[in-house]
């Protein structure tokens, strides 16, 4: 029975990243009609208002009680910057050099998230683990000075920053969110929280860009219909998934494969951007996925 739970986790951890990876196409074609930022806000202010909905039903309160004001700060600013921020950045990536590029330098968020808990928790990185990061790293710099493919109008340069400022979002994101789920806080109030602040961030950044155009996404039927599909196969049953995954599975197991988005979007961005697959594409790929797998599996 137990490894049929193992498997169950490793097949539901599959389907997240397969997901989070149709998700990146979705919200690829949407923000290159209307923004990267307002798809973001929009899609932060779907998701934010169905998990307060979610656990008013569950929990009997649409707000989490009794998180103490040290953790909700954590969880807040975790959800500013790995929401609004990171996945602002990370939106816009896309635009600008395609969405499996994009991810591909999002895999280095463990290597930066091993970093900082190296500098600040005190934790031990390993000669295998830093033999895992150059693998990463070596990856990456396959797939970087490739071809360019890069549209008209957009900036190469620009946009593998733009990816690597979502990486960093993103890993300190996780990292102040492992600090607010001390003591027993449950992912699923810890989300609340956190996409709750990421929705209203991403408002407020919008609101001072001068770009208060969320009408427009309202407006627009079939941009506002890939918006619906991606909020509620990404955050919600892609994440409903990868919590599943993480339960049942073995941590090392449900990692990695939650970690081959890269490797799903390789046909995603052939069929519905038309990047060609190289060998040196396919390479990187997997020696990148590789090396950030190598990361939760050794010691």
Known sequence: MAMDGAMTGKAAALGAAFLWAITVAVFTFAARRIGAQVVNAV??????????????????????????????????????????????????????IGPHLSMLIQTLAPVLSAALAWAFLGQHLSGAKLAAILVTLVGIALVVQGPEETAPGHSRGWGLLLALGA???????????IKGMVDGVGPFPALVVRITAGAVGSL????????????GAWSRSRTLAQILVGTALGPLLGGFLALYALSHAPLGAASTLLSVVPIFLLPLSRIFFHEPITPRAVAGTLLTVGGAAGLFLVR
């Open 43 to 96: 899609r932060l202010l779907l998701a934010a208002g169905l998990l307060l909905i979610l656990h008013w039903v569950f929990a009997g309160t649409p707000w989490p009680a009794g998180l103490g004001w040290e953790r909700t700060q954590w969880l807040l600013l975790s959800g500013l910057i790995g929401f609004a921020v990171a996945d602002g950045l990370g939106l816009e990536s896309f635009v600008e």
């Open 204 to 215: 407020v950044y919008l609101a001072l860009r001068g770009q208060w155009r969320l009408a």
């Open 167 to 177: 990486t960093l979002g993103q890993s300190v994101g996780q990292f102040t969110a």
